[in-house]
């Protein structure tokens, strides 16, 4: 049995896949965070505080402790002073924002881990696309820019329309296609007036302008263990939101060509190689464009959006259940076993723009549906957000109102099911403007 020091997580799916993989495995774990309501103010999947739901997912732990873990300079001293107490195995974070210093924490005490330097590379969108140059993965013609006429004068080079992102942002956080000067410009500001994340850790106040890339988008589900990185498989994604990149639903495995599958999984392959990950699982973003697999970015931690669950189902690997042992230092067992399943997708519920009150804002009321939709044979699971939340048009993955997760036993159809039974749901809001009684 090992014991596991968890350095914060998200409050999504993930904060109950990592407790259930390390628990499944017959280790424990310690928690370790800067903020503990942060976690108690919110039950996973959205559900309402005191509702008929799985206990929290941190009443699991065998400790809990309350630290800075913002304080990149301490935190790895802190963690060795808990060591000497309560002895670790491993170090693992589920939340990107805390990975270069869980890697950090992890070389410090001796335990397994990737590269710190390379998980920063990793991590930072910048330091990825300068790696993956050098190395000759492909990716986009892109740029570093510190100020709005340097984002102007790239986006003029690189030629419209191109892509403006955050370098340390996630789950699609200010990413957006612009089309003109006054975009760019608008779309630079906008980064730079957001000067924290949501852990509170200062941000780099510059923005990558990139090339925008045409063609399907897919992600390459990996696992690398004493430098051999194995492919578990392929997701396939939709994307919505425009100008946002929001993703809306993902398939596994992909519904694309085979001979696409294992060219955006070599060209994974190869960027997680070049960035120097080892004892790692990855999600690597590929897009398929008419010119061959261009990275979109190297994530040094599993697929969020449930993705994880979507290959369970389908191939019987639990990529969590791996990410706890190669942070334990264990061989991942990623032999693939029956299920039953021949692909499984999941469909994201996000708000309808047209469906709002005239301010672009409203108050949930219910997600009329729900019935229909949750009797039917071919749903795995579905979650929705509980009246009461404030909802705007979404501009990241960080504003679902919900998912469902179908599967099928007989072919690739899982996805045509879990956009139909989406379609089925609807979001009904109330004008926050407007005062009852």
Request: with cysteine.
């Amino acid at each position: 049995m090992g014991h596991l020091l968890v350095v914060e997580s998200w409050v999504g799916a993930m904060s109950r896949l990592l407790p259930r993989a390390i628990h499944e495995g017959g280790h424990e774990f310690t928690f370790l965070t800067r903020d503990l309501h942060h976690y108690l103010r919110s039950t996973p999947n959205g559900a309402r505080p005191g509702s008929d739901v799985a206990p929290h997912p941190l009443l699991a732990a065998r400790n809990i402790v309350t630290a800075e873990t913002n304080d990149t300079a301490e935190l790895p001293s802190l963690a060795e002073r808990l060591h000497e107490v309560f002895g670790f195995d491993g170090v693992v974070s589920a939340c990107d924002y805390y990975l270069p210093g869980t890697a950090r924490i992890a070389a410090r005490l001796g335990l397994p881990a990737p590269d710190p330097v390379a998980v920063e590379a990793a991590c930072r969108k910048d330091l990825t696309r300068v790696r993956l140059a050098e190395a000759g993965v492909p990716g986009p013609r892109f740029a570093l820019c510190r100020d709005r006429e340097q984002t102007r004068t790239a986006a003029r080079e690189i030629g419209y329309p191109v892509v403006v992102k955050p370098v340390d942002l996630c789950a699609g956080m200010l990413v957006r296609k612009v089309h003109d000067d006054a975009e760019a410009a608008h779309a630079h500001r906008a980064s730079v007036d957001f000067p924290v994340n949501a852990r509170g850790q200062e941000r780099v106040p510059v923005v990558l302008v990139e090339e925008f890339l045409t063609g399907p988008e897919v992600s390459v589900e990996t696992v690398t263990f004493d430098g051999h990185t194995h492919v578990v498989g392929v997701t396939d994604k939709s994307l919505g939101g425009a100008p946002w990149f929001v993703e809306t639903g993902h398939m596994f495995p992909a519904a694309v060509d085979p001979d696409l599958a294992r060219a955006a999984a070599d060209t994974a392959v190869r960027a997680v190689e070049a960035l120097g990950l080892d004892h790692v699982v990855a999600h690597t973003e590929i897009k398929l464009t008419p010119d061959g697999p261009r990275v979109v970015e190297v994530n040094p931690r599993p697929a969020g959006n449930r993705i994880t669950e979507l290959v369970r189902h389908v191939t019987g690997v639990d990529l969590v259940a791996a990410c706890v042992d190669v942070a334990l230092g264990r061989r991942p067992d990623l032999a693939e076993r029956p299920t039953g399943m021949r692909s499984a997708a999941i469909g994201l519920l996000l708000p309808n723009e047209q469906d709002l009150p005239a301010g672009g804002e409203g108050t949930l009321v219910g997600i009329d549906g729900a019935d229909a939709v949750r009797h039917r044979p071919d749903v795995v699971e579905l979650t929705l957000t509980e009246p009461g939340r404030a909802v705007r048009a979404a501009t990241s993955n960080n504003d679902y109102l919900g998912h469902v997760m179908t599967a099928d036993t007989e072919g690739g159809a899982a996805r045509e099911s879990a956009e139909w039974l989406l379609s089925r749901l609807r979001p009904r809001y109330a004008d926050p403007t407007v005062v009852s009684g």
